[in-house]
């Protein structure tokens, strides 16, 4: 089983590594992090890099492909977006995190199908004409869908039961000592201070 | 402020990237990832490499040190341990995650401090003076310790809480949708299945 996760300049680290630490321990599976160029590729925060061991040529048939998010994913990038097509014409399980969903929509891949994204950015996947859903983890298919970047630890322990069954996902759950314990209740803009979501989104919080 | 976060082969990628995330956007933070040796390091899974920018020698007086874990920590590796003796000298927080503990305690900066590690190592930091806590997060002084891998993402929003203050943690919680929702509720050894635990440690679990 190959797993695949795309790595575009710009992209958020953790996005990419919560699928894979929790779907790299897959029975059998091989990781590999796939870029246009194959080598160093820079973060959101420009203080990491993450290398590419593949070009997008060289990775023609991962089962599951994963592609995480950024602050401003390229949905114009034509390069990326053939290959998503070619490689979700073969996949088993095609997965997005955070702004990664736009990617996927853009590629024409979540039409007419339920998606969630980065909370910020919900609303734009219907402009490529899928269902956004508040919903932390969307399984529509075989396509799956994570919210904003830490939802990716949520959504490959379940794809990971889903796959190798609960006993493998939960291995994994208490391998990476996964109990989170947040100091605050923010991490939802239907939990966060309504001005500290106003400041991020930029625009108001109905109803409160 | 200077973060250095400390990068060695075989580390666990999720253990640098949790701190990364929620401690990177500290207002006039540069984060700096660091190893003997400048250029890729391969994590644990062997699948992916993360680039150290500088080398132990070219960062000297971080404010924040963070030591991420691994499965088998080189808690002998003398150019290590020497560089940590050096920056802790200078430090305001001494950080780590999961086994990363292990290092700080091999070079004789958790004598006689309450830390904490991996549940599978706990036990271990007795070797080198410390006393093991089984808190998530273990504040001593300017060490903060936090358990295994995925808790480094709830150690990186409390000291950045303790640091810029609340708000400015919530918004990075927000920021990264860190409102957990995990399909089991495995990721403690006192949760977790008991066949599960002992697979893992290799020890019988007691009372259960």
Chains 1, 2 share one sequence.
Not at 97 to 124: E, I, K, N, P, Q
Not at 148 to 172: F, Y
Request: with cysteine; glycine share 10%; aromatic share 6%.
């Amino acid at each position: 089983m190959q797993i695949a996760i795309l790595l575009y300049d710009n992209c958020t680290v953790l996005d990419a590594v919560g699928p894979y630490q929790t779907l790299g321990p897959l029975p059998g599976a091989e990781t590999v992090f796939v870029a246009e160029q194959t080598g160093p590729v820079l973060d959101d925060n420009r203080s990491l890099s993450l290398v590419a061991a593949k070009s997008l040529a060289e990775v023609t048939r991962p089962d599951i492909v994963i592609v995480p998010g950024g602050p401003d994913p390229d949905v114009r990038n034509e390069a990326v977006l053939d290959w998503l097509r070619t490689v979700d014409a073969a996949s088993t399980w095609t997965v997005s995190v955070c702004t990664g969903s736009l990617m996927l929509a853009a590629a024409g891949l979540l039409d007419g199908r339920r998606a969630t994204s980065h909370w910020t950015t919900l609303d734009r996947l219907t402009e490529f004409g899928a269902e956004p859903s508040r919903e932390r983890v969307v399984f529509d298919g075989k396509y799956v869908t994570a919210a904003g970047v830490s939802a990716g630890i949520d959504m490959g322990l379940t794809l990971a039961g889903r796959i190798a069954g609960d006993e493998h996902a939960q291995a994994v759950q208490l391998m990476i000592e996964y109990d989170p314990q947040p100091p605050y209740d923010a991490g939802s803009p239907s939990k966060a201070p309504a001005a500290l979501v106003e400041l991020i989104s930029g625009a108001p919080v109905p109803g409160r």
